[in-house]
Every structure is written in C-alpha cells, then in structure tokens.
C-alpha cells in the first residue's frame, strides 16, 4: 500500500512555544490531507483538512490561529502547534487518500507540553 | 451526521481462535469503509478496504464484509496468534461532506 510519514514521533517542548509536524506521502500525490487529534482509548478526531495550495479547513472548535497547517506541495502537509500548552498535548496524526480513496495514516506524533 | 460504533470495547481470546470484531453506522451513504490496526504509540495500519459496490474483502487469515443497508461491517480473524494483539478501528468514508468517521476501536489480546 501507499506509505505517508509523520515525523516527528516523539517531541516534548516548554509552553510556549512552537512544535512543526510534518506529513508526507511518499509515493503518491495527495492534494488532499487530514490532521487528526486522538485522546487515550478514544477514536480520531479530525481537526482540519488541508489542501495543497490552499487555506486549510478547520472543524468547528479548532482553533485555526494556534493550529497552523501548510500544504506547500502534492506530498507535504505540515501542522505547527503555536504557543502549545499542557493541554495540546497529545497524539497527532496525518492521514491522506490515494486514487481508490484508500485512507493511509502517518506514524504518529506523541506532543508533550512540559 | 455519521456515528460509528464497535463492540465490543476489548476482546481476550486465546491462540488459535477464530473471532469476529463488529462495527455499525448510522448513515449508508458511504463511499467505501476500511479496517485498520493500531498498535500502542503507532498509527493506523490500513487492513482492508471495502468500496461501497462491494459485500467483502479477504487479506490472508483476514475477511471483512460489508452490508451497507443494514449498517454493518464485521472483521473476520481465522487462527489468531499473538501477533494479532492491537486494536482495531473501522471508519467509513462518508458520502456527504466526503469526510470520515472512526469507531473507537476494539482492543484484541490474544493470549499465548
């Protein structure tokens, strides 16, 4: 199958200050990526789409100015956690669809806020 | 709006059992649905895709079907081994929106 990395996997920073994760699909071109947001034991929660050339889209409830999302190119997203908190901390994770619309999911980002 | 639900939450089973996972929706309008694994700490693993056009999809010791009108969607696990120990969500991709949605997931320990 397709193969997207997420890098960081691991990454603990001081409050206030900026955290970047990258998502890249390796072997496809993604126009389409999604950043999504899982607490312990609980499912994904989709945070924004971001779109290659375009501004992102945000769910409702996501602060669109303290989750900064940069789609840059066909294979690179990337989601910067401005000004983070104890309470941004959390597993992020990166997902995009390839030509059968089959969902393929980065490894992962453990964000800690110290 | 799409709600998708897996029971049950954990499932302990020992090796060599077949077992089936479960997942509902609530909306059929969907364009395919998938079944993923996730082991602690990690992502999600794609197992098996389902278009909307299809009843199931076989991997290996893996089987999932799909009955769209009635909102279901089952993982079928021939011969589990420890190895198989992770918890598995499904999501489907919706129709409307064109966004997706995922269970919590089951937890599956297979005991040695």
């Known amino acids: 199958g397709a193969v997207v990395s997420q890098h960081p996997s691991r990454v603990i920073c001081k409050s206030g200050t900026s955290v970047k994760i990258e998502c890249r699909s390796l072997?496809?071109?993604?126009?389409?990526m999604f950043w999504y947001r899982q607490f312990p034991k609980k499912s994904l929660m989709l945070m924004a789409t971001?779109?290659?050339?375009?501004?992102?889209?945000?769910e409702q409830g996501v602060e669109k100015d303290k989750f900064l999302i940069n789609h840059a190119s066909l294979t690179l997203s990337t989601l910067t956690v401005t000004s983070a908190h104890p309470e941004d901390s959390s597993f992020y994770i990166c997902?995009?669809?390839?030509?059968?619309?089959?969902?393929?999911f980065g490894q992962g980002t453990r964000l800690t806020v110290v | 709006k799409q709600e998708v639900t897996q029971i049950p939450a954990a499932l302990s089973v020992p090796e060599g059992e077949n077992l089936v996972l479960n997942c509902s929706f609530t909306d059929s309008a969907i364009y395919n649905l998938q079944w993923f694994r996730q082991d602690p700490g990690k992502g999600l693993t794609s197992l098996l895709l389902?278009?909307?056009?299809?009843r199931e999809q076989t991997s290996g010791r893996l089987n999932a079907s799909l009955d769209k009108s009635s909102g279901r969607s089952t993982l079928y696990i021939a011969a589990s081994q420890p190895g198989d120990s992770a918890t598995y969500l499904c999501g489907t991709l919706n129709t409307n929106a064109g966004k997706s949605t995922f269970g919590d997931g089951t937890t599956l320990t297979v005991k040695p």
């Open positions: 072997d496809f071109q993604a126009t389409t």
């Open positions: 971001s779109n290659e050339g375009s501004k992102a889209t945000y």
């Open positions: 997902s995009a669809r390839d030509m059968r619309a089959e969902a393929f």
């Open positions: 389902i278009q909307s056009s299809q």
